[in-house]
Each structure stands twice: as C-alpha cells, then as structure tokens.
C-alpha cells in the first residue's frame, strides 16, 4: 500500500512499472542497463479514487494521459532504478494529493459604490467632451 494522502491509499497492485532504456546520465552503462521507469496507472478503473478525483487527475495530469484514460509516467532523472522507481512513484503520488484538493467555489461579487461611481464620473467627462466637439451652425453668427 503507498499511503498518498490520509484518506487516499494506493494498492500497489494499480500500479504497472516497466523499466526500459534511457538517455542521458549512466556512460556506458545507460546502453546495457534497463534504468528508466515506465509508471502506468489505470484512473478508470482505479478503486482507490473517488470519480470527482478522477476527473480532476486526468484534467491535471493532461497530455499524460492516453485516451483509454491510463496516466503513463516516465522517470529517467536518476542512474539507478531504483531511484527512478521512487521519482516516478512520488510524481503519480504529488499529482493524486493535487487532484484531491477540491478547488474553491468563485463568490460572485459586485463592483463598489466608489467604483460605480467613478465609472458614472469618467462616462460623464467624455460625454462633456463630445458635447462640446458638435458643430453648432448658430454658434457661428
């Protein structure tokens, strides 16, 4: 069990992990050893996830996600696998303790009186503005 919130439990079970070859740091080595980590987590079918924080995971998660709504991690920061194992595992832990936030509600507000106000107030000048730019033939006698 990977315990990533309080409430929310991970069965290890829900999490596939493929190691494969990676680029970058390793030398030599980085040609003959399997050190990236491939994470696969199935949001769809997952029993620990609520279906409000599925839908938030996949909104959060974006492009990472393939559109049987599995969520693919690579880690290959790391030399070894077993460091990019627990970078790929805390990554897919970070995003679910994100999507378990519920995002607050957005209060309507209205604008203040000294902000209608000056509203009324600047409205007024252009208009006086514009008043006094018409052409008046009888101001010309």
Sequence with gaps: MI????????????IHLEYIRASGPGGQNVNKVST???LRFDICNSS???PEVKDRLSKLAGSAVT?????????????TQEQNREDAIQRL????RQAAVAPRKRKPTRPGAAAS??????????????RARRFRPEDWE
């Design 67 to 79: 559109s049987e709504g599995v969520l693919v991690l690579t880690a290959r920061r790391y030399r």
């Design 48 to 50: 620990s996830l609520t």
């Design 117 to 130: 106000g000056a509203r009324i107030k600047t409205k007024m000048r252009r208009g006086e503005i514009k």
């Design 3 to 14: 315990e990533v919130t309080g409430s929310i439990k991970l069965d290890e079970g829900e």
């Design 93 to 96: 832990s970070n995003l679910i």
């Design 36 to 38: 990236a980590v491939q």
